[in-house]
């Protein structure tokens, strides 16, 4: 089947302004994961999702980050009052199970914050 | 903070050379994981070892784990211009279902 899919591929904002970031996991998948790549950097982790349970927030770097996961599948990543610090490349994984599997990613949400 | 920390940050080598990267740690983990990026975008998984597990093949690739040491090595042998990406370690720090924990990757450079 398809692979993890993100919209919008790229995203250009002003600072101040709300984004929504948006994934769709492989079907059938049931972890979720949101990352944070700077440019030239490592992966910073965001927040996980595993099936119905509370998400691992413990990655969203302030209070102007929430995500949501509707009927365990689409997530959302949304960024209020955008910061230019905020730009970032943002990465979407899905896995098939917890328990350290092999997380699969999508190709990214490039977002520029002028 | 980082858990998995790889050396060198960038590496060159001609086509045909061995490539060879590695990652440190520093908690337990129950795996490690190898991943490629192409220009910046989506990682691809490359090779997943286990904490019972020693050495993996696959293909070109070949990963060493050492846990006493809490480090792994990927070597890739016969290298192509095609492998030119960046490659990440990740560690689960012995959580199973928790977060991944990403290295800041090596950046390699195979020369034509």
């Known amino acids: 089947g398809a692979g993890v899919s993100q919209s919008p591929s790229n995203k250009v904002t002003e600072k101040g302004k709300d984004v929504e970031l948006r994934c769709d996991p492989i079907?059938?998948?049931?972890?979720l994961y949101w990352y944070r790549q700077s440019l030239g950097q490592g992966l910073e982790f965001l927040i996980y999702?595993?099936?119905?349970?509370?998400?691992?927030k413990s990655g969203l770097p302030s209070d102007r980050f929430s995500a949501e996961r509707t009927g365990g599948s689409v997530s959302t990543l949304t960024i209020q009052r955008t910061q230019q610090e905020d730009s970032a490349v943002y990465l979407c994984?899905?896995?098939?199970?917890?328990?350290?599997?092999?997380?699969?990613f999508g190709p990214g949400t490039r977002l520029l914050v002028l | 903070s980082q858990q998995g920390e790889e050396d060198p940050q960038a590496l060159s080598i001609q086509e045909g050379e061995n490539a060879t990267m590695n990652c440190s740690y520093k908690?337990?983990?129950?795996?490690l994981q190898w991943y490629r990026q192409n220009s910046g975008r989506g990682l691809v998984h490359l090779i997943l070892?286990?904490?019972?597990?020693r050495e993996k093949h696959s293909g070109r690739l070949r990963v060493t784990l050492d846990t006493s040491k809490k480090s792994s090595s990927l070597l890739i042998t016969a290298s192509r211009a095609a492998d030119t990406a960046s490659y990440f370690c990740?560690?689960?720090?012995?959580?199973?279902?928790?977060?991944?924990?990403f290295g800041p990757g090596t950046r390699l450079s195979v020369l034509p």
């Open positions: 908690t337990s983990i129950n795996n």
């Open positions: 999702f595993q099936g119905n349970s509370a998400p691992d």
């Open positions: 994984a899905s896995s098939l199970t917890s328990g350290s599997e092999t997380q699969y």
């Open positions: 990740a560690t689960d720090e012995g959580n199973y279902g928790q977060n991944f924990v």
């Open positions: 079907s059938g998948h049931t972890a």
């Open positions: 070892i286990r904490s019972n597990e």
